[in-house]
Structure formats: structure tokens, C-alpha cells
């Protein structure tokens, strides 16, 4: 059974990069049809979708964060990654990976991590 | 503020009946998107529950139902169980954005 595990860095300073890995296990990330996700949710709120990944490398990004998101995939380690910099408090927030598909979005989720943005 | 407007909370006893209203616009639902809708129960990650605005995943009760008309979308849970108190959102896509979006999210509260 397919499982996504985030890992990477808990606490982060204002102006600095974040950065976060999401590896899959109980199956391939080059499976064909597949995107695979990064989603957001500060606390107390909302989720919202951060870009996604297939694993030819095309990316798509949520327009308000495109500045400064970068989603990368390593096929080799079956694993895809966030990078999103210059951050602020805004930035903390409970970040999932996702995988998703035509017509059935975002199956399978990892647990999330929490990242916070302070000095 | 979310693309797609949720009621923040709704309530029932249990066995009864509920609803949820996602609400978009002509870029997102009314542009025939498909709405998808998600359960979170606290402190964990969100469960797709419905796909494709009325199917659901193997495994889910058909207690939940959902449905799409012009604009918005809905949730149904039939015969409210103390276990369906969790926050729902619903998902969809929006060409003006060209990205996914969710809706701002609903608790639910069994009394």
C-alpha cells in the first residue's frame, strides 16, 4: 500500500528557505498518471494547494506562492521535495504531500509536518 | 478568504440529517469542474470522501453523498454518528488561478 512520509525542517528563520521532502514507499512515484502534491495548513485554518509534480518533472504552481516555490522530484529516491523561500510567519503551517490522479484527487496523504517560522 | 465559500460550522443530533454548501463561481464549479470533498478529523490529515462531485472511495459509508448543481456543490450525511464530528472541505479546480482550490471549510458538531 502506497505511503508519503514528509521530513525536513521543523523551524526555519524569517527570510530564510524552506525545505521539506515527502518519500514515497509501497510504490513508484514514476507511476504513469500521477501528480504528486504539496498543501498547506496554517493553524486553526484552511488547507490550501501549494503545486504539484509529475514525475517528467512538469510543475504547476499555486499563483500566489509562484515566486517563491520549487517542487523537484528525485526518481532515484523516490521522493519529491518543497522548497519555498523567503518566508515569514505567514509561512507556518502544517505541510502535507498529496498524490493525485485525473478525477480522483489527492487518495493518498502523508501525515504532515509542522514548520514554523520564527527567529 | 477562500475561492470556494463553506459555511464555518454546522450541527445535528444524531441519526439526523446535514448538509454542507461550497459555494463558486463561473472559474471553478460552474465552469463544470468536477468538486471533491475531504473529512478531517483533529490532528490528522484530511480523507478524501467523495470524488468526482458523487462518488465515493471504497471504504467510505454511503451515509455520505454528494451532489453539483450550476455553481455549488454539496455535502449530505445521513444518520449522524458522534464519529462524523470533523472538519469537511471541499476541492475543485479554477482556470482563472489554473490551480487547485479548496473551500474554506465546515465543522461539524454532533449534539
Redesign the interface.
Known sequence: QLQLQESGSGLVKPSQTLSLTCAVSGGSLSSGGYSW?WIRQPPGK????I??IYHSGTT????SLKSRVTISVDKSKNQFSLKLSSVTAADTAVY?CARDSP?????I????TMVTVSS | QSVLAQPPSVSGAPGQRVTISCTGSSSNIGADYDVHWYQQLPGTAPKLLIFGNTNRPSGVPDRFSGSKSGTSASLAITGLQAEDEADYYCQSYDSSLTGFVFGSGTQVTVL
Open positions: 502534491s484552511g488547507l490550501e494547494w503545486g504539484n504547476n504552481y499555486n499563483s502535507y478525477g480522483i484527487p489527492f487518495d496523504w502523508g501525515q504532515g
